[in-house]
Nanobody, 129 residues
Framework: QLQLVESGGGLVQPGGSLRLSCTASGSTLDNYEFAWFRQAPGKEREGLSCIGLGRYRTHYIDSVKGRFTISRDNAKKTVFLQMNNLKPEDTGVYFC??????????????????????WGQGTQVTVSS
């Protein structure tokens, strides 16, 4: 069974960068699609980005387009979220999620939380001066 562990969070100043990692175990990644979600203080969890089976099929919400980049390395069993030009509103707990569906894409522009059935424990990102 697939298990996910996020890492790479921390405290960063506005304008800074962080790279989050989501390391998988228990299965190969070949058939899984992945997403990153964020839960800001006092807010519901929202989808930020996802990546399909082909590394070039990605989606982003508007607020992170041009600043965040999702990628995957199946050989290393790791999915990354490179975050640049961070803003205070990027503060929150970041979750990695995964799922597989042989009939239709999991990674879509809607970034629906319910499409993902495996979750990590989250990593805290705080953007503050």
């Amino acid at each position: 069974q697939l298990q996910l562990v996020e890492s790479g969070g921390g405290l960063v100043q506005p304008g800074g960068s962080l790279r989050l990692s989501c390391t998988a175990s228990g299965s190969t990644l070949d058939n899984y699609e992945f997403a990153w979600f964020r839960q800001a203080p006092g807010k519901e969890r929202e989808g930020l980005s996802c990546i399909g089976l082909g590394r070039y099929r990605t989606h982003y919400i508007d607020s992170v387009k041009g600043r965040f980049t999702i990628s995957r390395d199946n050989a290393k069993k790791t999915v990354f979220l490179q975050m640049n030009n961070l803003k205070p509103e990027d503060t929150g707990v970041y979750f990695c999620a995964a799922s597989r569906d042989p009939f239709q894409p999991v990674c879509t522009a809607e970034l629906r939380e319910r499409r993902y059935d495996t979750w990590g424990q989250g990593t805290q990102v705080t953007v503050s001066s």
